[in-house]
């Protein structure tokens, strides 16, 4: 991860599990990298196209909601715009700026994650995941093995993955 982020890539943290989410969200935040932790959307690699439009769409209401533009459609127009923001903000909140397909992926829970490594798999996505003893981990290319439930457990892997991308980060500043 670290070489892949001082190279210029980026890591797509993915934990939508309720104990790996808040901690993920931190470590997004704490590196500027994208994110999902509310709901793997299928198709969010392998159909990036289609999700950029999406994403683009959702900007573009964001941009009417700030200049007040909203306000020019009738309620029940106003207030659909708004419910499918609120669902759209669910969905895209942490890809909203990646831009293009991530370098490498992070996982939390490779199991509860399985489309979402079959679509990094697909697209030829290197993912480093923390892989339980429920869990197959031949299907990722980079297994960690340990507990993926545990609050504790998962909290330690992700720092330790959030000081390898700084460490990435600060390589690429450096160049």
């Not at 769409?57 to 459609?73: I, N, R, S």
């Amino acid at each position: 991860l670290e070489d892949t982020v001082a190279n210029g890539g980026n890591v797509l943290l993915v934990g939508t599990k309720r104990q790996a989410q808040d901690i993920v969200r931190e470590a997004a935040s704490a590196t500027n990298m994208p994110f999902c932790v509310d709901r793997w959307l299928g198709g969010t690699l392998t159909n990036y196209e289609t999700v950029k439009k999406s994403i683009a769409k959702y900007k573009k209401y964001q941009q009417m909601d700030t200049a007040g533009e909203l306000g020019k459609f009738s309620r029940k127009e106003e207030s659909a715009i708004r419910r499918e923001m609120a669902r759209m903000q669910r969905n895209f909140a942490g890809i909203v700026d990646m831009g293009d397909l991530p370098s490498a992926m992070f996982v939390v829970d490779v199991s509860h994650e399985a489309i979402a490594v079959a679509e990094a798999d697909r697209c030829g996505i290197p993912a480093v995941a923390l892989v339980d003893t429920n869990s197959d981990p031949t299907t990722v290319k980079f297994p960690i093995p340990g507990n993926d439930d545990a609050v504790k457990s998962i909290r330690i892997i992700v720092d330790t993955v959030v000081a390898a991308i700084q460490s990435g980060l600060a390589q690429r500043a450096s160049r």
